[in-house]
């Protein structure tokens, strides 16, 4: 069987799409359709359904997209394994995704002290909210992902990575600098946001939720993006913001921010590790992964 075909089949029923289909395979929209025609005319069935405003794949065309990915998966380690040499220099490309959090702060450096070791990869870090990190991933654009919170997904599987502080972040002698302050304390001040999508903000609205309050409860001033935003304005005076401590280290160290505690709000979460389902990986991925744990540990 022709595994363009079924790649081509695989991209359409995952961006539910010919064109977005054919611009994640870089080729044209009708060289995406010939390639579904094909292979549903060699099979005798029809894969997909077209009436609606979005291409979904029939019942014919569900069981064979399961198999496809695993046939897919099979192509591609085959592949990698006779294009690297088990032994010897790791080489090769790896394109890597993580949330502002941790891509903002602790995954450069490792990725610099990784590629440092082994300077024939080379590595390509996308930096963005968590749930475009964790889409990239399932649609194959990137290999790997890091993110701060698990959001579900058919396409992607979740691993835990490393566990990160999450702190509540103040100016310079504000009247929470270094203490515990209640939830009816935090009422009264003005908070900054990340923006829907971040993953700091989903372990804290989940955390509050837990703890019988909501978002819309508190004194919400400012929704400013993404970590480096909500720490600028933090900085500058006009609030404060729930941020990873990763982030705000080397602040807290030169006096210009500090932290404070909020009972009943557990502030750590998992790091997790994103993998797209049925893709094998590469040497060079596994690598990093292994890197990575013993530097994180």
Known sequence: MDTRQL????????????????????????????????LEKRLGVQLLDRSGRRVEPTEAGRRLYRSALRLLAQEEQLLAELGEEIEGE??????????????????????????QRHPEVHVALTVSDTQRIVEQVARRELELGVVGA????????????????????????????????????????????????????????????????????????????????????????????FISRSAIENDVAGGTLAVAAVTGLDASREISLVRSVGRAETRVAQAFVDFARARLA
Do not use: K, N, W
């Open 7 to 38: 790649a081509a089949f695989c991209a359409v029923v995952e961006r539910t799409s010919f064109s977005q289909a054919a611009e994640q395979l870089g080729v044209t929209q009708p060289a995406v359709s010939l390639q579904i025609r094909s």
């Open 90 to 115: 790791l080489t090769g490309r790896l394109e890597l995704g993580a949330s502002t959090g941790p891509g903002g702060t602790v995954i450069p450096v490792v990725l610099c002290e990784f590629q």
């Open 150 to 241: 698990a959001r579900r997904h058919r396409g992607v599987a979740f691993e835990p990575f490393f566990r990160d502080e999450v702190v509540l972040a103040v100016p310079r002698g504000h009247r929470f600098a270094g203490r515990t302050v209640t939830l009816d304390e935090l009422r009264d001040e003005p908070l900054i946001l990340m923006q829907e999508g971040a993953g700091v903000r989903q372990v804290i609205d989940d955390e509050l939720r837990a703890a019988g309050v909501r978002l819309r409860d508190l004194d919400v001033r400012l929704e400013l993006g993404l970590q480096e935003s909500a720490r600028s304005a933090v900085l500058a005076g006009y609030g404060v913001t």
